[in-house]
C-alpha cells in the first residue's frame, strides 16, 4: 500500500523476511525515541535493493550481502554499524530489511527515508534534510562489492544505477549512512509499525476492508471501478504508463486516469488533476483492499483507488524539488491531498464500496 | 608502436606529461633491479585510462584523478603507495603515467603489465603470474571515485566497464596494485626504456626509419604496400574491423589482411596465418615509420607493417589463455613469431623499403 504502486512486490520479501527469523531469531524493532540507548557516533545502515523488481522475483539475494555491505562501510567509514533501517517501506524493499537486520544481528530502526516508494538515490528524507549521500554501497548475489564516493548526489543516482546493471540488475545498496546522533529529523518516523497497522486492517472480513485501510492511512477513497485501459513503456529504464478507470456504482459515468514511472504519480479526472505525487496514489483490489503494483495493473480489475496525504518532509520547498510533480516532468503545482478533496472524507468513507 | 594499432594517441599523453613535468619537475625512472630500495610491504600503483579513446581526445583528466586513487588506495587498503606503472605501455596508456608519478611525487618503474596493449582488465602479466585482481579503483573527472572488490577476475572487467561508461566513457583506473616484493616476475620489465629506444630510432633521419625501428623491436617487416580497404564495425564495445594491403615495389602481387579488435590481432595473407597475438602486429607509415593506430587507417594510405615477438609471459599456456587467439575468437593455435617468419628475416631487413 505505501509503496503508491512501486516498490516491488512484497511477497518475495516476506518470504525472505520469514526464513530470516527463524534462522537467526526476532528482530528488535527500535523507536525513534530509543535510539540515545545506542552509540552517538554508531552508524545508522539505510538499505534497500535496486533494479528492475521484474528480475528480483527470479535472482534472489544470497543472504551474504547484508553482511558485504556492513563489513565495507565499517572498513570505510570507521565507525561501527549499530542499527539497520529500510531505505524506502513501499513494497518489498519494506520487508526485505528485517532479514537484513536478522542476518546482522542487529535492530530495526521504525523508520524509512521515504514514508512511501520513490524511484532514484537522492529521493529520500535524509537528503531533503540536508545530510550529504556519503558513501554508496552496492553487493551483489556473486560476492562483489563496489563502493561509490560520488561526488555530489545526481552522480550517486547515475553511478549506482550502471553498477547495479552490471551486477545483474538486483543489487542490495546502502546510502545516506547516518550517524545516530544524525537520525532525528532526517527520517520518516514509525514507518514500520504504520506498515503493521495498514497490514491489520486489511486482514480482517472482507466487508469493509477498503474503509479500514482508508482510515488507517488517514486517507480518501478516490473512485471505485473497473480497469478499462492500461498503457506501458519502457523508456530511461523505468516502467512508464497509465491506467484508466471507469466508475462503478456511486462512481458510474466517473473516468479516472492514473499515470505513473514506477510509482502511481498522478491522478487526474475530466482534465483536472486530483492528486499528485508526492502523496500517496495506491490502486487497490476493490474487495480484498489488497495493492496492486503499476506491473500488475490488468485490464477488467475491480479496483479501488486510495489517496493519502505524504509526510510533511516532501511538502517543504525542498522536498518538492526531489519528489514534487515537476521532478516527474509535470507541469503543475503541488496542492496537499486535503486541501483538493477535505471536503469529500466524510461523503465517500461512508461504507464499503 | 608497442600499442599494435591499439591504446590511443600518444599526442594527448605526450602534452599531458609534458605539462604536468613542466609544473612538477622530473620523474625518476626506477629499474626494477632499483626496487630493493622500496619498502617491500609499499604498494606500486598500475595507473591506465580505461573507455573510449575518441572520447579522451576531447574529455581531459583534471588531474586530480591520480591523487583521487592513490588516497583511496592507501585507505582501502591501509598500506603506502611508493611507485607508480603503466598498466599498458602501448599508446597514450604508456604515456599518461609520466604525468601521474609527477603528480604524486613519485617515481615510475620501468616497467608495464603487458609490453603492448591489450583491451581488458585481466589481460596483464600480474594476472598470469598469479595475482589477484584485488580492488579496482577507478576516478573521473568530475571527482567521483568507485572502488570495486570483485568476486573474480572476469567480475572485474565487467563491472569496471560500466562504471567507465556511467564516468562518461572515460576513468583513470588502478587494478591488480602489487605490494613491492611481488613484483618480480609479475611486469614486462623496462618496457618504459624500450619504448623510449624505440622513439630514437625513429626519430632519426627518414631514409631507413623502417629498418632501424625493426631493429629496435627486434623483429621483422612483414610488407610493403598501399591501404586498399578498410572494414570497421562497432561490436560489444570495441572497434572491430580488418586491413587490406597490398604490396608495393618488393612486395607487389601480395595482399595481406589484418584484423583487429581495439588492437591488430592476426595478419592473413593468401587464407595463411602468418602472425597472431599476442605477438606485436603494428602497421606504420612506410616513410616516417609513425605507427598508426587502428581507428586512423585510411585507404590510400602507405604503410609497412611490423611485427615482433611479445613478452616471454604470454607464451606461457596461462599467458595465451588469456590473450591468445582463441582468447579473441580465432580458431587457430599460436605459433611464435620467428618459428613463422625466422628464415625471412635477413632478407627483408636488409635496407629501407
Redesign the interface.
Known sequence: VLGSGGGGRVDVGLMVAGNALAKHGPVKLLDPDELDELDPDGLVLPLASMGAPTVHLEQFSSGDEPKLIRD?VE??LGKRVVAVMSTEIGGTNGVEPVAHAAQLGLPLLDADGMGRAFPEVHQVSMHVAGLKVGIVVAADV??????????EAR?AE??T???C???GSVALTTDHIMRVAEVSGAVVPRTVSHALSIGAAITGDERGRVSELVTALDGYRLLTGKIVDVERITAGGFARGAVLIEGMGEDRDRLLRVEFQNENLVAVEDGVVLVTVPDLITVVDAQTADAVPCELLRYGQRVTVVVAPCHGIWRTDAGLAVVGPRAFGYDCDYVPVEERLGDKRDADQGGPP
Open positions: 565495507e572498513r570505510a556473486a560476492g562483489n562489492v563496489v563502493t561509490i564516493w560520488p561526488k552522480w547515475h553511478l544505477r550502471l553498477v546493471v552490471a551486477m
